[in-house]
């Protein structure tokens, strides 16, 4: 009997941190970051690879099937009112969470180098916004900038279900085919996972250890408690509420996404994963999945935006500065922003933060603190991301009447 991917997967990771550990003890760690690491570097690039004609295609091929434009904007309504709910209740999660532990007051922290782009990171979130409507598509096409990517395919897939015949069923047929050979290929490269997984999570215990952890342990612990407390009780709360669907069967469901989104830590890459479980393994149909899904994996990231507010007022709190009740909805604001801006790779969620320092005036340095423990809790806040993506699928489904779900109470 073939192992289910997802147990490949898991063995994959759990081989990458023995083996990584052994390098650091028995000392070939070089072999590991240069040499294995190649494997790991391998999956990425195919993955990323496919990522920009699978969201083209898969949001053409769904807007097309959604039909009617009243509900293609009832759709779209519904995504963007659970992307900004789910956002906004893992913000505060996060905020009440680290106004009682209080983890920076009195922390001592050695600065650590300063990340690079983050002047420039900081610059960007009002171009962000703007640059959603691309002056040239194909040229975001070939750059790889997924939001214009998307906004360009949501018009165009409307505007293909809105031409006259033969053109229509043409289009329709053309997409709905490029999108087909896209989802055949994302198999053949999810196949390798386990391999990927391995190498990627064997070269970062080799590169980093346990030993960084220690200073920020109590910063790091907030964090991963206030993702624990959205991931395992507000979305599955949501998910019985609102869609009537099992948490623990969603969550089996998703697992291959989820190993892959925390062993890769770009919520983009694991895009391919995500949509292969949520409808082969969940059971939610490709109409709803190839809409909801790329938007999601851009603009909804519930564990960016937590962690974006909690490492916010982490660096406030360090250097002694009392943030008021305005300051900290400021940051509760400009970190949701600050989520839907940062783009779905590894690290965005770290040069994000320099916004929300700026919009409330703290040191834009205060990055610096945080960045040696920011590759563990990225792989943290990107699963986060990509569960609640695939909860939004779900729920949403539901909501549009899909009964074949597999994952029901
Ligand atoms: N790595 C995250 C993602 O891809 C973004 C972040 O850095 O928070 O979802």
Redesign the pocket.
């Known amino acids: 009997m073939k192992l289910k991917l997802h147990w490949q997967i898991f063995i994959g990771l759990a081989l990458g941190v023995c083996f990584g550990f052994l390098s650091r003890w028995l000392g070939f760690q070089p072999l590991v970051v240069e040499k294995v690491s190649i494997l790991g570097t391998i999956f990425l690039r195919a993955l990323r690879m496919i990522i920009v004609p699978l969201i083209a295609s898969s949001i053409i091929s769904g807007v097309t099937s959604i039909g009617s434009p009243e509900s293609f904007g009832r759709l779209s309504l519904k995504t963007l009112l659970y992307y900004i709910t789910t956002s906004l209740l893992a913000i505060l999660t996060g905020l009440f969470l680290v106004n009682i532990v209080r983890p920076g007051v009195g922390a001592q922290l050695g600065f650590q180098e300063i990340p690079e782009g983050l002047h420039a990171g900081a610059a960007k979130i009002g171009d962000t916004l703007l640059n959603i409507i691309p002056t040239n598509p194909i040229a975001s096409l070939a750059r790889g900038d997924i939001l214009p990517i998307i906004f360009f395919s949501l018009l165009f897939g409307f505007f293909i279900s809105r031409s006259r015949e033969p053109y229509r069923t043409q289009l329709t047929d053309f997409f709905n085919g490029i999108f087909q050979v896209m989802m055949g290929l994302t198999h053949f490269i999810i196949r390798f996972t386990p391999i990927g997984v391995f190498a990627l999570i064997a070269k970062i215990v080799a590169q980093t250890g346990f030993g960084v952890f220690g200073p920020l342990g109590s910063y790091m612990l907030v964090v991963m408690s206030a993702l624990a407390f959205h991931a395992f009780v507000t979305l599955p709360t949501l998910l019985v509420v609102l869609g009537r669907i099992h948490p623990v069967k969603h969550f089996r469901a998703m697992s291959a996404a989820l190993m892959t989104a925390f062993s890769t ?4 890459a694991t895009l391919p994963l995500t949509m292969d479980s949520v409808e082969n393994n969940a059971g939610v149909s490709n109409k709803i999945s190839s809409f909801v899904l790329p938007l999601g994996a851009t603009i909804n ?1 519930d564990g ?1 935006a937590l ?1 974006e507010c909690v490492a916010a007022i982490f660096i406030a709190q360090v250097y002694g500065i009392h943030l008021s009740f305005f300051q900290q909805f400021l940051v509760v604001i400009t970190a949701l922003l600050a989520s839907i801006g ?1 783009a ?7 040069v994000m933060i320099t916004i929300i320092l700026r919009a409330v005036g703290l040191p834009l340095e205060g990055v610096g603190m945080i960045l040696a423990v920011d590759r563990i809790l ?1 792989m943290m ?2 699963s986060v ?1 990509v569960w609640s993506d695939s909860c939004g699928a779900a729920i949403i489904a539901t909501s549009e009447g899909e009964k074949d779900l597999k994952v029901k109470l």
């Open positions: 830590a770009s919520s983009s990231m960016t962690y940062a779905g790779i590894p690290m965005a969620g770290l990225d806040r990107t991301n």
